[in-house]
């Protein structure tokens, strides 16, 4: 089945600006009840404290960064090198694939998986519609490998900010012992997107006619926000708190754009549904913790340790997060191993990071995924997406920890 793509005649309808997204009622809620959870003393004031003290500086790399990403984007930076990939390709599908899968690789390395599930996403969509091919295969790409592809480094994934926290891994200690398994996570998810989808969608011949090249409207603004991301990037190589990183990062480019297209600085920027939504999830899962949620997850973690420990594990993590979310699956789990048990950590944080596909709420990058396509009036096979995502989910997850057992 192809993924269809709304007629480009027939513009959609004007969305209506008062209108309550349902991710936005999904923030609220957790915002409200994590709130609550602290004020009425379900959760004692100690551990309120706590976990807003652990959070702060999550919480400023968030809104610091998604900023940036969304202003590399209005700069074009995306765009360019989307169509940069299609020219590079001379019009061979099977190398458009590998450059689309190593873009979508490379923004959720370094720009963390919402980057690539909100602003690639269209990207890709959009390039998939100038070239007359299927979409489904460039939309999955980028659900796909953001999941996947966020094991490297502290910056591409929430609960990688939190493991190393808890391990005490430096980000290039945190990234050497997390480079198989990463590598592993991403072999097999290149491989299931050419043989499950981009395979059997190729046009005819596996050609396609290349786009002209992509030229940025304001070349000033294009530079300015493409050294952000390369200054961001030294600052998480040279060892720099990322808070501070992408701070620094986002501020040059603020700069550029105040000069250069002081319109563009909205309030709407600030990624406010994200920040409530992980400082909600946050008290509501240590509250739930103290109140049974500790216990059943030890039971599905087990007490083993080896080999058999960590499968369990991953396995653990990739079931819980499907079951309800990735980010509450971690905290849950990391609340119940001990700090020593450093394995068992990694691989718990492998299948939450490469399992949360075979159910569409399993990650907030799905959900953003499909709120994507949706906009862009593109249909996803649901059948085809839960067990081709399934798939990858159980195969990744044992990939990437079989690989992180041969470091450990």
Known sequence: MKVATAASSAPPEPRARWRLHPLDLVAVVLAVAGATCALSGLLPRAETADTLHRIMPLLLFLGTVIVLAELTAVAGVFDVLASRLAIASRGSWAVLFLLCGGLATLTTLVLNLDTTAVLLTPVLLAL???????????????????????????????????????????????????????LAAVAVTMLLLWYAWWRRDRPAGGRFV????????????????????????????????????????VALVLLGFAIRSPATLRPHLVPVRLLLFVTGLFLVVQTLGRYGLDDLVAGLLGADGGTAGALRAGGAGALLANGVNNLPAYLAG????????????????????????????ASLATLLWFERCKAAGVAVPVTRFVLTSGLLAVTGTLAAVGALLLVS
């Open 128 to 182: 998939a519609r100038s070239l007359g091919v299927p979409a489904g295969p460039l939309a999955i790409t980028t659900v796909w490998l953001a999941n996947t592809a966020s094991l490297l480094l502290p910056v591409s994934n929430l609960t990688n900010l939190l493991a190393a926290d808890r391990v005490g891994l430096a980000p290039l200690a945190y990234a050497a012992r997390m480079a198989l398994p990463q």
């Open 210 to 249: 290349p786009p002209a090249r992509q030229v940025p409207s304001d070349p000033v603004l294009y530079r300015t926000a493409f050294a952000g991301c390369l200054l961001f990037v030294a600052g998480i190589v040279a060892g720099v708190e990322i808070g501070l990183a992408s701070t620094v990062a």
């Open 334 to 361: 990391e609340s119940v191993l001990p700090t020593g048990d450093e394995t068992r950590l990694l691989a718990l944080l492998i299948g939450t990071n490469v399992g949360p596909l075979a159910a569409p709420w």
